[in-house]
T-cell receptor, first 113, second 112 residues
Framework: AQSVTQLDSQVPVFEEAPVELRCNYS??????LFWYVQYPNQGLQLLLK??????LVKGINGFEAEFNKSQTSFHLRKPSVHISDTAEYFC???????????FGTGTRLLVSP | DAEITQSPRHKITETGRQVTLACHQT?????MFWYRQDLGHGLRLIHY???????NKGEVSDGYSVSRSNTEDLPLTLESAASSQTSVYFC???????????FGQGTRLTVV
């Protein structure tokens, strides 16, 4: 069965600092990986996705993630965060693309001035 | 613009009552999903549908049901609401496995 582990429940960071949000997955078959962002009282918005191809995936708002099959990881990074990046971030996986996603427990990114 | 809407946005109900949460999308997507979001659990799949008349159980389907009579709607019914079903519910849709799944704004349900 698939599972997704987000190792940090909360990550505090100062504005303009780099950030990495960690995600590990387990799957015995081909896996598709996603990062979603949830702003307060909003639905989820797709940041980026890995379906196949290049292991370095670039998304919206300056975020990127690297698929590492040997370490079963898909960590999210941003070189310089803004106050507006404060949100909850969810890593998700699916064996069949965007269908039947399995989500991690989420990481709250707190950006302070 | 095409969109996915959930209603109501907030609902308070009593234990034992039947409750239906609506989800309507205007993209003509085949795939629709219901998730619940709980602290410490992230989002968990309740039910999903790959087309009209198709419904399938997800990870946490006990106490919930769905029906798909048309492409646009996938209502979620709690047959007899329980306090353990207090949660935020999200509906999502996608056209196929390789295209983005879009999420609604969520419905916050409180069972008292």
């Amino acid at each position: 069965a698939q599972s997704v582990t987000q190792l940090d429940s909360q990550v505090p960071v100062f504005e303009e600092a780099p950030v990495e949000l960690r995600c590990n997955y387990s799957s015995s078959v081909s896996v598709y990986l996603f990062w979603y962002v949830q702003y307060p009282n909003q639905g989820l918005q797709l940041l980026l996705k890995y379906l196949s191809g290049s292991t370095l995936v670039k998304g919206i708002n300056g975020f990127e993630a690297e698929f590492n099959k040997s370490q079963t990881s898909f960590h999210l990074r941003k070189p310089s965060v803004h106050i507006s990046d404060t949100a909850e971030y969810f890593c998700a996986s699916g064996n069949t693309g965007f269908q039947k996603l399995v989500f991690g427990t989420g990481t709250r990114l707190l950006v302070s001035p | 613009d095409a969109e996915i809407t959930q209603s109501p946005r907030h609902k308070i109900t009593e234990t034992g009552r039947q409750v239906t949460l609506a989800c309507h999308q205007t993209w003509n997507h085949n795939n629709m999903f219901w998730y619940r979001q709980d602290l410490g659990h992230g989002l968990r799949l309740i039910h999903y549908s790959y087309g009209v008349q198709d419904t399938n159980k997800g990870e946490v389907s006990d106490g919930y049901s769905v029906s798909r009579s048309n492409t646009e709607d996938l209502p979620l019914t709690l047959e007899s609401a329980a306090s353990s079903q207090t949660s935020v519910y999200f509906c999502a849709s996608s056209s196929d496995k390789n295209t983005e799944a879009f999420f609604g704004q969520g419905t916050r349900l409180t069972v008292v």
